[in-house]
């Protein structure tokens, strides 16, 4: 009986530690480091020139989140430079499938980030107006 009981407790305590609760975090598709690729708004569609696809979009595991836009000037000599446009930091947070709050400074929006494909994501404000990022 001692020996059943022993069998018994045995396998119990067996079924509890293997049924662990999985400790790795889950890797969310927008996970990576983002550059914009094409963009759709109010009718019209264009592609990032090289400069503008210097920028980057970056959402860290942790929830921490950066950006950099870049936008082609005209220099005082009449020839035309990539400048930075802005940059800046925050966090990001799922909020439900395919829904995500991004807050950076006094900037807090909530986006729908689709995937497209493995390697590309599309950030949509709304029906009209989109921009497609590639992952680097």
């Given at each position: 009986?001692?020996?059943?009981?022993?069998?018994?407790?045995?396998?119990?305590?067996?079924?509890?530690?293997s049924?662990?609760?999985?400790?790795?975090?889950?890797?969310?598709?927008v996970?990576?480091?983002?550059?914009?690729?094409?963009?759709?708004?109010?009718?019209?569609?264009?592609?990032?020139?090289?400069?503008?696809?210097?920028?980057?979009?970056?959402?860290?595991?942790?929830?921490?989140?950066?950006?950099?836009?870049y936008?082609?000037?005209?220099?005082?000599?009449?020839?035309?430079?990539?400048?930075?446009?802005?940059?800046?930091?925050?966090?990001?947070?799922?909020?439900?499938?395919?829904?995500?709050?991004?807050?950076?400074?006094?900037?807090?929006?909530?986006?729908?980030?689709?995937?497209?494909?493995?390697?590309?994501?599309?950030?949509?404000?709304?029906?009209?107006?989109y921009?497609?990022?590639?992952?680097?």
């Amino acid at each position: 009986m001692k020996l059943i009981q022993l069998l018994l407790t045995s396998t119990v305590l067996w079924v509890l530690i293997s049924c662990k609760e999985d400790d790795t975090p889950v890797q969310d598709f927008v996970i990576g480091e983002w550059q914009p690729s094409i963009a759709f708004g109010d009718g019209d569609f264009f592609e990032f020139n090289d400069c503008e696809k210097q920028g980057r979009t970056i959402f860290q595991p942790n929830g921490a989140y950066s950006f950099s836009s870049y936008l082609e000037v005209l220099a005082g000599d009449n020839s035309v430079e990539c400048s930075l446009n802005g940059s800046g930091t925050g966090t990001w947070l799922k909020k439900a499938e395919n829904m995500y709050t991004i807050e950076a400074g006094s900037l807090i929006e909530t986006i729908e980030i689709i995937p497209i494909h493995a390697d590309t994501i599309r950030f949509r404000a709304d029906q009209n107006n989109y921009a497609d990022y590639s992952r680097l």
